[in-house]
């Protein structure tokens, strides 16, 4: 069983469509979230970081937490064709030196906003 | 502000041979990491360095090495390379003791034949 499990989709929308991403772990020592985003042939960008349970609302992004279930959410609201990429959700413990920069990926969701 | 840097963006190899890939980290970011990205996959963690000194490593065999600069500029070096090593090798940099947040190039996308 993968540390972090997330849904490969592919997941394709219309345009102004909400978008849920979703990932489930196992390991209960994470307590750093985070949600990267990965165009084509780019290298991934941090979209969301989120410490501990609970929620955190970016514009349009909204990251959720729950550490009793070990699950997390990304909630995209009015999808634009520009949102189209895949969504990697990542975790770490950040504890100790090395964690700090050793991060846990799902393996992606590829998002497909269409007009 | 330059971003994180990787050469070569693309390189073919046949298995057997051996591969340098380059980084050049954020400005005023002393910590690099490396990650593999098979296709269809989520990055996975090779090792990290910090002042110079790999500061933790993944599950990746000892033909996996690296080097980190006095600038934090580094190097991802693997040896006798087999097929399964064809992926995307992400370089990135961040600030020590920044908990996740990490700044990630565009990748040097290698093929083994």
């Known amino acids: 069983q993968k540390e972090v499990e997330q849904d490969p989709g592919p997941l394709s929308v219309p345009e102004g469509a909400i978008v849920s991403l979703n990932c489930t772990y196992s390991n209960s020592a994470f307590q750093y979230f985070m949600w990267y985003r990965q165009y084509s042939r780019k290298g991934p960008e941090l979209l969301m970081y989120t410490y501990s349970s609970g929620n955190k609302e970016d514009g349009r992004f909204t990251a959720q937490v729950d550490k009793s279930s070990k699950y997390i959410s990304l909630f995209i609201r009015d999808s634009q064709p520009s949102d189209s990429a895949t969504y990697l959700c990542a975790m770490t413990s950040g504890v100790g030196g090395t964690s700090y920069g050793k991060l846990t990926f799902g393996q992606g969701t590829i998002l497909t906003v269409h007009p | 502000e330059t971003g994180v840097t990787q050469s070569p963006t693309h390189l073919i190899k046949t298995r057997g041979q051996q591969v340098t890939l380059r980084c050049s980290s954020q400005s005023g970011h002393n910590t690099v990491s490396w990650y593999q990205q098979a296709l269809g996959q989520g990055p996975q963690f090779i090792f990290q360095y910090y002042r110079e000194e790999e500061n933790g490593r993944g599950n990746f065999p000892p033909r996996f090495s690296g080097l980190q600069f006095p600038n934090y500029s580094s190097e991802l070096n693997v040896n006798a390379l087999e097929l399964d090593d064809s992926a995307l090798y992400l370089c990135?940099?961040?600030?020590?003791?920044?908990?996740?947040?990490?700044?990630f190039g565009e990748g040097s996308r290698l093929t083994v034949l």
């Open positions: 990135a940099s961040s600030l020590p003791r920044d908990t996740g947040e990490l700044f």
